[in-house]
């Protein structure tokens, strides 16, 4: 996982020289990559028809239906400063400012060390875009080949995808017509060193057959070694004890999607019920306990788990498996950490009661690129965001308090703060699609930067009654980033949002940038007091309200449309423009 932030994902990005080098070759023969660990990232292999077109590299000026007028140009490469590629943190954001320096990154792009060794990387490398003179105007049609190009691997895309500034890599006929098109992204191949096989590691101890068992310690300290493993079984494991004390990783993608070097693993299948344990891990990739794989499922309940090293999360699901938790008591101390956390292949996970507080950066509470449900339970991310969505994922909250407080960005990263982030890594861990956050009841508290923040995806934020509190007056920030991290390319990976606010008192200032939407509902006696673009015409941004709902305006607003009563809206001495005109 890397984010992230990112979390898991948050990368920080750059290419070592045999990364680069590769790069350019990449940049020669057009080739697509595949990520075969991820059965949503497909190959989208060309005819000998398409091969042999006309390619050439574009960024997109204009977009009229099908047709698109694009400025030609070339790509150029940059190596990292000292050859020596940053690591991404596997699922949060490495901070910089008060929260002080990150720890060196190894060059081999593996798990930053817990300790102070070191200098601080070089900057990230990546590829830029060399605008030329020339312009061309082609059309895409049914039978183009739409190719969306991710840090790792690649996704079959549609004309959606495309938007004004994306840097595309097309092969035209002779009829001027698009016969494949991959939108590229310009820091792939800043890769995180990931094996391209399953790789599980070893286990001190595997339980392969039906099985009972009762207050039995599993211990390990070695190199990517599982204390317990339970291996395409039915086992009940009743007050047991997991403790993973030594032992290092060999690859911390391998221990994010795989397990490897967790305390506990199943997979194959594995049905597992897990009671009263106590689960304890000290070491880099010791995530807590481990669900790997589709019709893997582990049900755990009223146990400890506590993790104090980089990359551990305390419940981690991937590969398409299945978490049940109730009633844990979870605390992670490392960076790239969440409590409950998920990677590559997703899955799902549902979680009642108990308490999931994380301490290091990048270790938001909840890191999801599954399906994830919560209720009744205590989220805490003491230095990172509260949760993070990525892709076409989604979180579900009923009657948790959760509360964020990320402390700072990697490095001189001008990324935002924020409470709540829903993004697309383009890593090719998520796939690409709808992002949902749904929040009813409970709170929501944000200890630093912006309540929501959503960049590079789509997605729909509902909230039901939720008691908000706000660190700044950002209510929700809709906006693009520089891309430095890969998250799409900059002025073309804004964000499309669909809010839904029912029962709810909600204030503070929505911005919405010139590449982004939003479609903003209030109904239900929703009460918002706050303002949307106080600085003016931005993107797109569509309100609606019923009856029962009410609006007091804390600075001058300006929206593209407005579905409602307007004698529900409280100007308050400010005015409201709606498509450029003074509505009230």
């Known amino acids: 996982m890397r984010r992230i932030h990112l979390h898991k994902k948050i990368f920080t990005l750059g290419l070592c020289i045999a990364l680069a080098a590769s790069t350019m070759i990449a940049c020669n023969k057009k080739e697509s990559t595949t990520n075969e660990e991820n059965s949503d990232i497909e190959s989208n292999e060309l005819t000998e028809e398409q091969e042999n077109a006309d390619s050439i590299y574009a960024k997109v000026q204009s977009i009229d239906g099908t047709t698109i007028t694009a400025i030609k140009g070339n790509l150029n490469t940059q190596v990292a400063e000292g050859g020596t590629p940053p690591e991404k943190p596997a699922d949060g954001q490495a901070p910089s400012g008060d929260s002080g320096s990150a720890p060196e990154m190894p060059a081999d792009g593996q798990q930053a060390p817990s300790g102070n060794s070191g200098s601080a990387p070089g900057q990230p490398g990546g590829t830029t875009f060399v605008e030329g003179t020339d312009t061309i105007t082609f059309t895409i049609t049914d039978d183009t080949k739409i190719t969306v190009e991710f840090l790792q691997g690649s996704q079959e895309g549609t ?237 579900s909250l009923t009657n948790c308090d959760a509360t964020g407080n990320m402390t700072g960005t990697y490095e001189d990263s001008e990324e935002n703060i924020h409470c709540v982030m829903i993004y697309q890594s383009m890593s090719g861990d998520a796939t690409m699609g709808d992002a949902t956050f749904t929040m009813n009841g409970g709170s929501l508290t944000s200890k630093n930067g912006d309540l929501f923040y959503v960049t590079n995806t789509n997605c729909d934020i509902t909230l039901s009654d939720v008691a908000l509190t706000l660190a700044n007056d950002n209510l929700l920030t809709i906006a693009g980033n520089n891309g430095s991290r890969g998250w799409g390319t900059e002025g073309a990976n804004g964000g499309n949002v669909i809010f839904t606010a029912e029962s709810q008192e909600m204030s503070g200032i929505i911005t919405v940038d010139e590449i982004s939407s939003l479609k903003l509902t209030m109904k239900n006696a929703t009460s918002f007091q706050g303002c949307i673009n106080p600085d003016g015409t931005a993107g797109t941004v569509d309100v609606t309200m019923d009856a029962d709902s009410h609006w007091t305006l804390t600075a001058d607003t300006y929206i593209s449309s407005f579905d409602g009563d307007l004698t529900n809206v409280d100007t308050n001495g400010y005015h409201l423009y709606v498509n450029g005109e003074l509505a009230a």
Do not use: C, H, W
């Not at 506990?264 to 106590?278: M, P, S």
């Not at 419940?315 to 009633?327: F, R």
């Not at 409590?339 to 590559?344: E, G, H, L, N, T």
């Open 159 to 395: 004309i959606d995808d495309i938007a004004v500034n994306s840097v595309l890599d097309i092969t035209l006929d002779e009829n001027n017509q698009a016969t494949a098109i991959i939108v590229k992204n310009l820091q792939s191949g800043n890769g995180f060193g990931g094996s391209s096989t399953v790789t599980n590691g070893t286990a001190a101890t595997t339980i392969d057959s039906d099985s009972q068992v009762s207050d039995t310690t599993y211990t390990s300290t070695g190199d990517n070694e599982n204390a317990l493993r339970v291996d395409g079984a039915t086992a009940s494991l009743t007050g047991i004890k997991v403790e993973k004390t030594g032992g290092d990783s060999s690859n911390t993608e391998d221990g994010d999607f795989y397990g490897q070097n967790a305390g506990f693993l199943a997979l194959n299948g594995a049905n597992v019920t897990i009671d009263n344990a106590t689960v304890n891990t000290t070491t880099v990739n010791g995530n807590g306990v481990f669900s790997y794989g589709e019709g893997t499922t582990v049900s755990i309940s009223n146990s400890t788990i506590r993790t104090t090293n980089n990359n551990s999360g305390g419940i981690q699901t991937t590969g398409g498996a299945t978490m049940n938790a109730t009633n844990l008591d979870v605390q992670t101390e490392g960076n790239s950490a969440a409590a409950i956390r998920s990677d590559r292949g997703g899955g799902n996970v549902t979680v009642s009661k108990g308490s999931y507080i994380t301490n290091g950066t990048g270790s938001p509470a909840i890191y999801s690129t599954a399906n994830i449900a919560v209720s009744d339970a205590t989220l805490i991310a003491n230095n990172s965001e509260a949760v993070v969505v990525e892709g076409q994922n989604s979180v």
